[in-house]
Every structure is written in C-alpha cells, then in structure tokens.
C-alpha cells in the first residue's frame, strides 16, 4: 500500500507529476512501511514458523494444461473477490458522503464530504510537514482525497496547480507529490482483504484485522517521506 505499481507511475507521470519525485517516493516508501509496519504490530514473540517440514495440502498439476486451467480459475477468483469487496468499500464511502452532505444541507454546507472533512481535519498535519499555512487546507484535501478515495483522484485534482505558472512553491509540490505517492486507501483494504481472502479464506478475519493496521502504516510511510522531501528540498 505504500508505493505504487509502475504502470500507474507512468500515468501521474503524465498528469505533470515530476517523476523523479514519484521514483523516490516509491523508493522511500519500502523502509518506511516496513519501520511503520513493526511499530504498529511488533513482533513481541519468537516466530514458530519452520521452512524445513512444509507441506502442501493441494495436488500439483500433473499437466501445463492443468497448470493453465488452475491458475486462470485462481485468477479469476481473486478478480471476482476483489471487484466485489472493492465495490463494498467504494458504496460505504459513498454512503458516507451521503449521509455527511444530507446532515450539513441542514445547516448550509451541502456539498460536505468525506474528503473535505478530512482536509480540515489534515491541514494542521500538512502544515507540520511543511506545507506553507495558505496552503495546507488544499494539501489536507488531497490527502484527504487520496485517503477516502484513491490517489488518482487526488493527482487529477492536483495536475492543474502543476501547470507553468501555478501558485505553488517547489517545497509544497515536492511534499504533496511524495504524500499522494501510495496506494494507501480504504478501497486498497478491500483489495487486499479481497485477494488474501481467495487465496486463503480461512485466514479472512486476521487480514481484515490487520487491514487498517497496513492502511495506517502505509500513510505514515508515505506522510514521512513527504516531510523529509520537504526538508531536503527547503534546505537548496
């Protein structure tokens, strides 16, 4: 959940995200998930898993046509999970906003959402990373974007002010660009709920407990890259 895939790199690329930003986010975001991934569920004891007897409760494939067959029924299974789940995810959020933006028409704020909640909610955060002040409520809304929805979304939102001429400085693009660099989002818990639950279903309850735990760790990967991007960049 903290880096992306490279396919995708290529498309924020695109969007005018500076790419060096996006390969060094990535890059940064593999220690940083890793430290944020033992503080929140540190191994406090000794593993008990031995490599040395294991056991394979499936046949193998006595045939590449087995083979073939077998890993496209997998293949499809996942895919079938993960689309379900994923959808499951994507109507919550979407209730959400709904029920958000019902009970804020009450009170004159019909167009509040999840995201611009979590925007208010997250400019102090970006501020403390280093965004300047004027604007740390757009770097908490895309965020807050990239949290509640994914970070294409975010990047999309975020390409106009990229465009020659824009009003953001090159600390505050270089601290947004590394932030929104993961695929640390609540519809990446159901994709991975989504596919380890195929793959091994008796396990289901302890991947979607450990879900937010990814969730939180990935963020925190991604947010402290962005902080120590903000650092280096600030010093030149």
Same mark, same amino acid.
């Given at each position: 959940?903290?880096?992306?895939?490279?396919?995708?790199?290529?498309?924020? +690329?695109?969007?005018?995200?500076?790419? @060096?930003?996006?390969? #060094?986010?990535?890059?940064?975001?593999?220690?940083?998930? %890793?430290?944020?991934?033992?503080?929140? !569920?540190?191994?406090? @004891? !000794?593993?008990?898993?031995?490599?040395?007897?294991?056991?394979?409760?499936?046949?193998?494939?006595?045939?590449?046509?087995?083979?073939?067959?077998?890993?496209?029924?997998?293949?499809?299974? &996942?895919?079938?999970? $993960?689309?379900?789940?994923?959808? +499951?995810?994507?109507?919550? %959020?979407?209730?959400?906003?709904?029920?958000?933006?019902?009970? *804020?028409?009450?009170?004159?704020? =019909?167009?509040?959402?999840?995201? !611009?909640?979590?925007?208010?909610?997250?400019?102090?955060?970006?501020?403390?990373?280093?965004?300047?002040?004027?604007? +740390?409520?757009?770097?908490?809304?895309? %965020? *807050?974007?990239?949290?509640?929805?994914?970070?294409?979304? +975010?990047?999309?939102?975020?390409?106009?002010?990229?465009?020659?001429?824009?009003?953001?400085?090159?600390?505050?693009?270089? &601290?947004?660009?590394?932030?929104?660099?993961?695929?640390?989002?609540?519809?990446?818990?159901?994709? $991975?709920?989504?596919?380890?639950?195929?793959?091994?279903?008796?396990?289901?309850?302890? &991947?979607?407990?450990?879900?937010?735990?990814?969730?939180?760790?990935?963020?925190?990967?991604?947010?402290? !890259? =962005?902080?120590? #991007?903000?650092?280096? &960049?600030?010093?030149?």
């Amino acid at each position: 959940m903290a880096s992306i895939a490279g396919s995708t790199m290529i498309g924020y +690329a695109a969007l005018g995200v500076p790419v @060096e930003y996006l390969l #060094a986010a990535s890059l940064m975001a593999i220690p940083g998930g %890793i430290l944020f991934a033992r503080l929140l !569920s540190p191994a406090t @004891e !000794s593993s008990q898993v031995s490599f040395n007897n294991l056991s394979f409760t499936e046949t193998p494939p006595k045939s590449i046509i087995e083979a073939a067959a077998t890993g496209a029924m997998t293949g499809l299974k &996942i895919a079938a999970g $993960v689309a379900t789940v994923v959808m +499951a995810f994507v109507a919550i %959020i979407a209730l959400i906003n709904g029920i958000i933006g019902g009970v *804020g028409g009450w009170f004159g704020f =019909a167009h509040a959402s999840l995201e !611009s909640i979590l925007g208010y909610l997250l400019a102090p955060l970006a501020w403390v990373m280093g965004v300047d002040w004027s604007d +740390a409520n757009l770097a908490g809304s895309l %965020i *807050g974007q990239k949290l509640a929805i994914n970070e294409f979304v +975010a990047y999309l939102n975020f390409s106009p002010y990229l465009q020659t001429g824009g009003t953001l400085d090159a600390k505050t693009v270089a &601290i947004i660009s590394f932030a929104l660099c993961g695929f640390a989002n609540f519809g990446s818990i159901g994709v $991975v709920v989504g596919a380890f639950s195929a793959v091994a279903p008796h396990r289901a309850p302890e &991947i979607a407990q450990l879900g937010l735990r990814a969730l939180a760790a990935a963020t925190l990967s991604n947010l402290m !890259s =962005a902080t120590i #991007a903000g650092f280096f &960049i600030g010093l030149a």
